[in-house]
């Protein structure tokens, strides 16, 4: 087999990419290592920046989504059970929408197989070749065989645990990581959510957050330790605490319901640097991971892989790696700016086992300002609706030392 640029993983950021590169006339081969119903059911966030919603509608992919999605004028800030709202679109002139990245990815390949594009599953032992030659190469097995794919360029878009980010020389890739001492427990119930827009709290018992799917599914959440089970938290316990980090006022508006998907998620920040070595161009998780506080991983897949099309699309149009050449910084100035805001706001509303009294003061102090303050509103709001792609002459000067 041969194509233009082989994407390794089918989750949004190779899906995404692959629909983008189709719709510029350039032959893409997706490789995923599961199966399709695999990765359409895994539960992931739902919130998707404007700069998203209009990927997709660019794609011709937000059908549903516009008849499905729930757009969020604003978001409430919950602190020791008193809460405020923050009217996004007032401050930046744009909302969130809410689609579960399963729909999302329901859509994905949806259209995939309406528009005939070539994706492999099952994928498994994926080895890269010549990634610093200009004649690359995968092999791969299949259930049929033994495969191998020729191509221009491969995007690692396999996902954290995935072997793009490894091909990297060690002396070259730079990693930057913190790991969180909690992590989330969240549940799925099919009740209407408490309030029609999303909760964050902040309690001196921790984190929670009130999230939904639809009008009539709920998405909660609540910081737990990392050492915590499932089985720690009956329905009864979780609710009683869910309600309680809250606040009386969401509490009463509140329905109980029986839970499924229950399930304990780790916090993390990673970034790795380059996201490119030679012909292989790295995306979405591969290459950054951020704590889900700010809905900021899906939307990043996003982003990197416009930019990484947009290369892609200038190097087949003039023979140019100008594009290509420069990916790599461009990316990185965004996802750096989405992991300050996802650290910043995870910081801000988790309880961190070491914390002293004095460190919960300033939490509720910095919140206290932020529920008084306009220009600090509008600073949570423009991060949160999503940043604009850094411009594709390149990142600032700042940016670049950085
Ligand atoms: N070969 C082929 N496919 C692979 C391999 C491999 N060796 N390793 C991993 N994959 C596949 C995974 O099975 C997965 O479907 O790559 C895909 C990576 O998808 P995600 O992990 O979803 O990463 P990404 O597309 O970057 O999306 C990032 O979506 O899943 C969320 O939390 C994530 O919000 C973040 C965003
Ligand atoms: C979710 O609905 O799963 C969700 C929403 C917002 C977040 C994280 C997760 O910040």
Not at 189 to 205: F, I, M, R
Request: hydrophobic letters at 45%; charged letters at 20%; a negative charge.
């Amino acid at each position: 087999m041969r194509t233009q640029v082989a994407i390794v993983g089918a989750g949004p950021a190779g899906m995404v990419l692959a629909h983008l590169l189709n719709a510029a006339g350039i032959a893409c081969v997706v490789v995923e290592r599961r199966t399709r119903d695999y990765v359409e059911g895994r539960v992931r966030a739902g919130v998707l920046e404007q700069g998203t919603v209009d990927v997709l509608a660019r794609l011709g992919l937000d059908g549903r989504l516009r008849s499905e999605g729930l757009v969020h004028t604003g978001t409430n800030l919950a602190v020791d059970g008193e809460s405020f709202r923050i009217d996004m679109a007032a401050l930046t002139g744009a909302a969130v929408t809410v689609y579960g990245q399963q729909e999302v990815m329901r859509d994905l390949f949806d259209a995939a197989e309406s528009r005939g594009l070539t994706l492999v599953y099952e994928a498994e032992d994926l080895r890269l070749y010549d990634i610093e030659g200009t004649t690359p190469s995968l092999t791969f097995r299949t259930p049929q065989g033994e495969q191998h794919l020729a191509c221009d360029v491969i995007a690692g878009c396999d996902g954290f645990h995935g072997v793009s980010r490894r091909s990297i020389p060690a002396d070259v890739l730079k990693t930057f990581e913190r790991d969180y001492p909690f992590g989330w427990l969240g549940i799925l119930t099919d009740v209407p959510p408490a309030v029609h827009e999303l909760v964050y709290a902040s309690h001196a018992n921790g984190f929670a957050l009130a999230s939904m799917r639809s009008a009539t599914r709920s998405r909660y959440y609540i910081q737990c330790g990392i050492a915590e089970r499932v089985e720690d938290w009956p329905d009864a316990r979780f609710w009683d605490e869910l309600c309680l980090r809250l606040g009386p006022g969401i509490a009463a508006g509140l329905e109980r319901g029986p839970s499924f998907e229950k399930s304990i998620a780790p916090l993390r920040s990673f970034v790795g640097e380059p996201m490119r070595w030679g012909r292989l161009f790295l995306a979405g998780d591969a290459a950054h991971i951020v704590p889900p506080t700010g809905a900021k991983g899906l939307n990043l897949a996003v982003s990197d892989v416009v930019m990484l099309s947009e290369a892609l699309i200038s190097f087949y149009a003039t023979g140019s790696e100008a594009g290509l050449d420069g990916y790599s910084a461009r990316a990185l100035a965004r996802v750096w700016k989405a992991e300050r805001f996802s650290w910043w706001f995870t910081s801000l509303m988790h309880r961190f086992p070491e914390a002293s009294g004095f460190d919960r003061r300033m939490q509720v102090a910095e919140l206290a300002y932020l529920s008084g303050s306009r220009a600090a509103q509008t600073v949570l709001a423009e991060n949160y609706v999503g940043l604009p792609l850094t411009s594709a002459a390149g990142p600032s000067s700042l940016e670049l030392r950085a």
